[in-house]
T-cell receptor
Framework: DAGITQSPRHKVTETGTPVTLRCHQTENHRYMYWYRQDPGHGLRLIHYSYGVKDTDKGEVSDGYSVSRSKTEDFLLTLESATSSQTSVYFC????????????FGPGTRLTVL | AQKVTQAQTEISVVEKEDVTLDCVYETRDTTYYLFWYKQPPSGELVFLIRRNSFDEQNEISGRYSWNFQKSTSSFNFTITASQVVDSAVYFCALSEAGRGDYKLSFGAGTTVTVRA
């Protein structure tokens, strides 16, 4: 199994508060991704990173920011959480770009009240 | 526009029956990659297979098999002699060059329930 951890695994927060989710990998893979999973939508890409300090937007990036200061860590921040951001968030890694297989972390269940 | 369509939302079968999951994709690229992932009730996402657009050979892995047909833009997945442990949500996904970054687009998933 790919060495990917996510923290926290579960979080309940209130509308308007900032939230940061962390993804940590031990595989030294170049690419890291954040997805959200919602019923009926499969997984949708929020942001991804192709190297330290190199990030780009996915299809549902509004309301989210990311940072990658080290190869092994990719942070997802909700600056001011809203109820529409209640979801399960998955981190994924791959050696190279989307042509390569992505391996997923265990997920973080976020509830915004 | 939906790039990956999994028309079957839910499938329920009795153990030992075969089950086929449909996946239809849409792309203008000649080079692309297709994937299947499994999400069991525990929630993790498990990689099953990766196939590039130039390899149309069908693949078999134990009870799992995949039928890739470029002519119909389909990449269907069959579980033979299903077991209760096959109960999961299965996702088909497409990676295409697009703007050159090969982002992965997922279908909405098919929930398979295998009854004992």
């Amino acid at each position: 199994d790919a060495g990917i951890t996510q923290s926290p695994r579960h979080k309940v927060t209130e509308t308007g508060t900032p939230v940061t989710l962390r993804c940590h990998q031990t595989e030294n893979h170049r690419y890291m991704y954040w997805y959200r999973q919602d019923p009926g939508h499969g997984l949708r890409l929020i942001h991804y990173s192709y190297g330290v300090k190199d990030t780009d937007k996915g299809e549902v990036s509004d309301g989210y920011s990311v940072s990658r200061s080290k190869t092994e860590d990719f942070l997802l921040t909700l600056e001011s959480a809203t109820s529409s951001q209640t979801s399960v968030y998955f981190c994924a890694i791959s050696e190279s770009d989307g042509r390569d297989t992505q391996y997923f972390g265990p997920g973080t269940r976020l509830t915004v009240l | 526009a939906q790039k990956v369509t999994q028309a079957q939302t839910e499938i329920s079968v009795v153990e030992k029956e075969d089950v086929t999951l449909d996946c239809v994709y849409e792309t203008r690229d000649t080079t692309y990659y297709l994937f299947w992932y499994k999400q069991p009730p525990s929630g993790e996402l498990v990689f099953l297979i990766r196939r590039n657009s130039f390899d149309e050979q069908n693949e078999i892995s134990g009870r799992y098999s995949w039928n890739f047909q470029k002519s119909t833009s389909s990449f269907n997945f069959t579980i033979t002699a299903s077991q209760v442990v096959d109960s999961a949500v299965y996702f088909c996904a497409l990676s295409e060059a697009g703007r050159g970054d090969y982002k992965l687009s997922f279908g909405a998933g098919t929930t398979v329930t295998v009854r004992a």
